[in-house]
């Protein structure tokens, strides 16, 4: 099939969550298919860096933009009933350019990540379309507004409202609508609209992801994640204030490693308490969670599938996470990885891990094993190729229409 796939944060290098799922897709579909990517870049950077995407699909159609013009197309629809987060995704020349391959080349499949990027493609008809949400958006602004102060929780109740009303639009204009987890699929199938979903799961390296042969630091904790992000800001404030003294009590030597890219002034002063390091941007996430005894990941608001536990799972690292991180983990809490819910219990678990290295390696090779057997890419791949297949079966009928 020729594919035309459009997604809204350029696929090269696959190195943030935003990046690695269309990008699997993406390589696994060049396989068998031939892939056009359509997507945004924000900076002569990331234009340089993702032209390596060439070897992995048949050509892209790069549109660079600026934050100025971004920033300020969101901000014109505040007034309006298309949500903010579109118009941030949104570049006239973008839709000048897909219109044109549209026009130029006889299409089999249109596949879309994201619903932000889904307006450049909505309105086609008479070629199959699906659009992966991955997560459903509209539900972490709304979650944003619940724990921000007002006047942003009520910007991101308007955001999340728009957002849910754009989404039940767009699903009913998609012949399929899939989802990363079973519970970001029950919120789709909640309202009522797409006329077929499914869903598969994110995966994971596991030959990249690994464990390592050298020892890890007995009493170390790290945490993964972009720190301009509101959610990781959030949970490591939250962590450090109230649960990270209660382990120092009982173990005063523990030390927590703050590693992702470009943490806020408030993040990086948490580099001052004792034992707290923040690292900001670095090569390679591996060897800080490789060289922990725990990575947690105690997340207040999350949706769909954390990257960041299945990668430390991958690499035999035990994991304990807050219940909404791991709801989108395909494996057992109490089995694969720990959760807990108040401080307490947080530092309790934590401390259980550190003071039994039996218990540690058991989470260890139970964690990775799970990830291998459920969130290979491989399986992922299979279970998608199998929707896309129903999809356009469903389209071209034998016979036609």
């Known amino acids: 099939m020729r594919i035309l796939y459009v997604c809204h944060r350029f696929p090269f290098p696959p190195i943030r969550g935003g990046k690695i799922r269309p990008f699997n897709m993406i390589r696994h579909l ?20 993702g032209r390596g995407l060439a070897d992995h699909c048949h050509r892209y159609i790069m549109e660079p933009i600026s934050s100025t013009a971004a920033w300020a197309r969101m901000i014109a629809r505040l007034p309006t009933a298309v949500p903010s987060s579109m118009g941030y995704f949104y570049a006239p020349r973008l839709a000048a350019r897909v219109r044109e391959a549209l026009s130029a080349e006889g299409f089999d499949l249109i596949f879309v990540h994201c619903s932000s990027v889904a307006q450049y493609v909505d309105g086609v008809v008479g070629i199959p379309k699906i659009l992966d949400f991955g997560d459903m958006d509209s539900q972490k602004w709304l979650a944003y507004a619940k724990v921000r102060r007002p006047p942003l929780s009520m910007g991101y109740w308007l955001e999340g409202t728009k957002m849910e009303r754009a989404e039940k639009m ?23 609209a797409a006329r077929h979903t499914g869903w598969f799961p994110n995966g994971v390296d ?39 003294p209660l382990i120092r009590e009982k173990r005063p030597d523990v030390t927590l490693t703050i590693v992702g890219a470009d943490p806020s002034e408030e993040i990086r002063d948490l580099g001052k308490l ?58 057992m809490a109490g089995e694969h990885f720990l959760t807990a819910t108040t401080p307490a219990q947080y530092a309790e678990t934590i401390i259980r891990l550190l003071e039994d290295p039996e218990e540690r390696q058991r989470y260890a090779a139970a964690g990775r094993a799970r990830v291998m057997d459920h969130h290979s890419w491989a399986a992922s791949m ?20």
């Open 30 to 49: 060049s396989g068998r298919h031939e892939v056009t990517v359509a997507s945004l870049v924000r900076s002569a950077e990331e234009a340089e860096a």
């Open 170 to 192: 767009l699903a009913r204009k998609f012949d399929l609508c899939t989802c990363t987890t079973k519970a970001e699929l029950a919120t789709l199938d909640g309202f009522g």
């Open 206 to 244: 596991t030959d990249t992801f690994r464990p390592s042969d050298d020892p890890y630091r007995p009493d170390s904790l790290c945490f993964i994640g972009r720190m301009d992000y509101y959610p990781n800001q959030e949970g490591m404030l939250d962590f450090c204030a109230n649960v990270l």
């Open 274 to 331: 004792p034992g707290v390091a923040v690292t900001g941007t670095v090569p390679e996430v591996r060897p800080y969670v490789v060289a922990s005894a725990v990575n947690v990941a105690p997340l207040n608001i999350a949706r769909g599938t954390q990257n960041k536990i299945l990668e430390s799972m991958a690499m035999g690292v035990p994991v304990v996470a807050s219940e909404k991180a791991a709801d989108g983990i395909d494996a």
């Open 382 to 401: 299979t279970k998608m190729e199998g929707l896309i297949a129903e999809c356009v079966d469903r389209a071209n009928p034998p016979g036609g229409r």
